[in-house]
């Protein structure tokens, strides 16, 4: 798409990744029934763009809401939840949602989500329009948490990575792929990520989640995936970049030692949960080697970044890990 948001690298900065001057983008009041607004994923649809956010109710109740916008920018989200239709005769349909992605693949846009089944898991559906939504079988079995699809077949088979957690704020996990043949029945697991350790790259030695969607590059599929360590004040979440094999997307090329962005600006260090940046969509312009981020911030509003590919690209490979 050529046409995404972007704001120019402030003067003076030396920051490969840099945040929107009138952060956040969406406030936690967005929504007559709103806690709070957060860890939403958007895609470009029609003239404009169409998103799938995570709303918590001032009952503090987990739900994902269909939203539109003509610039990226300003929202306009949906007053009621999404009302997902079973795809499937006899389907058990979960108790919650939250933490949406999405993607266009084929011919329609797949959600994925963390979804209540006994306990989380990868939920998954689809819409045509943004207006009638399809909910299919859970992907996974309990516990799991971070379900990201990748945008287009590997080998024939649809390919999305996930966190295998627990049933709580899970203090451990690393990232695997699964494919499958039918968007039903998952295997051939494949392990990618696991966290580091204190000394090689402390921002990432608890846990490791999946982030945006992943988008082909000559380098290989970039994702933006979030980090956590368990510090003194608890779980600090912060944001970094990877280079996925284009053929075999479960093999890891690059990974960054440093982050890209943590938790520094006020609405990323205090809110319902503090010092968590949470990447869950990206746009990109590839003819003006362009992105913008879209990230939850301390779970409670949800802000945009921006970045050029080439550079991230660059300083993914040049400060790797691996």
């Not at 009952?59 to 003509?70: H, L």
């Not at 962005?261 to 949470?278: A, H, K, M, R, W």
């Amino acid at each position: 798409m050529d046409r995404i948001p972007w704001e120019e690298r402030p003067k003076g900065s030396k920051d490969v990744v840099w945040r929107y001057s009138q952060n956040p983008i969406i406030n936690r009041d967005a929504i007559p029934t709103s806690n709070s607004v957060f860890n939403s994923a958007v895609v470009p649809f029609k003239d404009g763009f169409a998103g799938v956010f995570r709303c918590d109710n001032k009952a503090v109740q987990m739900n994902i809401f269909a939203g539109f916008s003509d610039d990226g920018i300003n929202w306009k989200i949906n007053d009621n939840p999404i009302n997902f239709k079973a795809h499937d005769k006899g389907q058990v349909l979960g108790d919650y949602k939250y933490d949406p992605r999405v993607v266009f693949l084929e011919d329609r846009y797949w959600i994925t989500w963390c979804e209540g089944h006994n306990g989380p898991t990868i939920g998954i559906g689809y819409t045509f329009d943004f207006k009638e939504f399809f909910q299919c079988e859970s992907a996974f079995l309990p516990f799991n948490r971070n379900g990201v699809l990748l945008p287009q077949k590997i080998d024939g088979k649809y390919a999305m990575m996930s966190r295998p957690s627990d049933n709580g704020h899970t203090p451990f996990g690393d990232i695997y792929m699964s494919y499958s043949p039918d968007m039903k029945y998952w295997g051939e697991h494949r392990h990618m990520m696991s966290p580091t350790s204190f000394k090689d790259s402390a921002w990432q030695c608890t846990k490791i989640g999946a982030g945006s969607v992943p988008f082909l590059t000559d380098e290989g599929w970039l994702m933006f995936y979030h980090g956590v360590i368990n510090t003194c004040n608890g779980f600090r979440y912060a944001m970094g970049s990877t280079i996925l094999d284009t053929d075999q997307p479960h093999i890891v090329k690059y990974r960054t030692q440093p982050y890209l962005l943590t938790p520094s600006e006020i609405y990323e260090q205090v809110g319902d949960v503090s010092n968590v940046i949470f990447p869950c969509a990206s746009l990109q312009d590839l003819e003006n080697d362009k992105v913008t981020i879209f990230y939850g911030a301390a779970d409670t509003v949800v802000a945009i970044a921006f970045g050029y590919i080439s550079e991230i690209l660059n300083f993914t490979k040049n400060n790797s890990i691996i």
